[in-house]
């Protein structure tokens, strides 16, 4: 089992930065990555990162995102935001990869969600 708690979302204009955290405890030696979920589209997969540090990143937030990780005995995951544009609004959650790909069905925890949105 694993407990996933995001924190970090709010009110971003255009061009700002944001960093989200995802506090992680109980068995996280597996891949961990973040997902959004914009007004009236399906959950999206974002970036993941694996244990030992690889990460990959969806087409639309290379060069702008980052995603990073501790592990200690509860770990946290970070995704640094840059560059945030209106289209990043949305609740994003993470969750934790029990399968080998980065398809929403591949992971089988989630947290609650941060909202983050975009200011006109």
């Known amino acids: 089992q694993v407990r996933l708690i995001e924190s970090g979302g709010g009110l971003v204009q255009a061009g700002d930065s944001l960093r989200l955290s995802c506090a992680a405890s109980g068995r996280t030696f597996y891949h961990l990555g973040w997902f959004r979920q914009a007004p009236g589209k399906e959950r999206e997969f974002v970036a993941v990162i694996s244990f030992t540090g690889t990460t990959d990143y969806a087409d639309s937030v290379k060069g702008r995102f980052t995603i990073s990780r501790n592990n200690t005995i509860i770990t946290t995951v970070w995704l640094q935001m840059n560059s945030l544009k209106p289209e990043d609004t949305a609740v994003y959650y993470c969750?934790?990869?029990?399968?080998?790909?980065?398809?929403?069905?591949?992971?089988?925890?989630w947290g609650q969600g941060t909202q983050v949105t975009g200011s006109p």
């Open positions: 969750a934790r990869r029990r399968g080998t790909d980065d398809a929403e069905a591949d992971f089988d925890s």
